[in-house]
């Protein structure tokens, strides 16, 4: 079965200190994108950064860098440098191929981790 | 650049009426998906338009439909709702199906009593 599973409900974090939030997948098929998405309280999506599978190098934007291991199939998310407009839920999903031609927007998402920074 | 909008923000509805939420994608934006979060079941794909054709649909029942227009405005309807309808909609856009960034709007908050 394709799945996203994000373990971790709620995170803490102190304002300037780093913070990874754990994604692991599950799908057998062999060419597949990994997201990750911030919704903060005003409710739209906002993309952060994208992983291939066939990507060799780890993706980064910016402050966000996705640690990407196949073998385990986890698509980690590390926030560099908190900051507190970083308090937002955050969502891990999964593009695959579908099985008809051009079914390929289906996207299979995790339940999302709440990420909370202090100052 | 305006963003992707959707109208209305807010919807209360009673069982078994029906409801139709709107989306205006980017402009110059033609592909255009719909999502159903709920907390419980998270993020759920409930269709793809692109060139007013529907190019993929999730796995939910017929009284789900949408459809897109020759400006690539997007409207999907919920017939004969029902209480486990109550969800925040989301509708995104991209260029092309495929695009590997798709920009959301702020949603639509649907509660059904």
């Known amino acids: 079965a394709q799945k996203i599973t994000q373990t971790q409900p709620g995170m803490f974090v102190q304002e300037k200190e780093a913070v990874t939030l754990d994604c692991t997948y599950d799908t057998s098929d062999q060419s597949y994108g990994l997201f990750w998405y911030k919704q903060p309280s005003s409710g739209e999506m906002i993309f952060l950064i994208y992983q291939g599978s066939y990507d060799e190098q780890n993706a980064t934007e910016g402050r966000y860098s996705l640690n990407f291991q196949k073998a385990r199939k986890s698509a980690n998310l590390v926030i560099s440098a908190s900051q507190l407009g970083d308090s937002a839920m955050y969502f891990c999903?999964?593009?695959?191929?579908?099985?008809?031609?051009?079914?390929?927007?289906?996207?299979?998402w995790g339940l999302g981790t709440s990420l909370a920074v202090n100052p | 650049k305006a963003g992707v909008t959707q109208t209305p923000r807010y919807l209360i509805k009673t069982r078994g009426q029906q409801v139709t939420l709107s989306c205006s994608p980017i402009s110059g934006h033609r592909s255009v998906s719909w999502y159903q979060q709920t907390p419980g079941q998270g993020l759920q794909f409930l269709f793809e338009y692109f060139s007013e054709t529907q190019r993929n649909k999730g796995n939910f029942p017929g009284r789900f439909s949408g459809r897109q227009f020759s400006n690539s405005r997007s409207e999907m309807n919920v017939s004969t709702l029902e209480l486990g309808d109550s969800a925040l909609y989301l509708c995104?856009?991209?260029?092309?199906?495929?695009?590997?960034?798709?920009?959301f709007g702020p949603g639509t908050r649907l509660t059904v009593l």
């Open positions: 999903a999964m593009r695959v191929s579908g099985e008809a031609a051009g079914n390929n927007r289906k996207l299979i």
């Open positions: 995104a856009s991209s260029l092309i199906p495929g695009d590997n960034e798709q920009f």
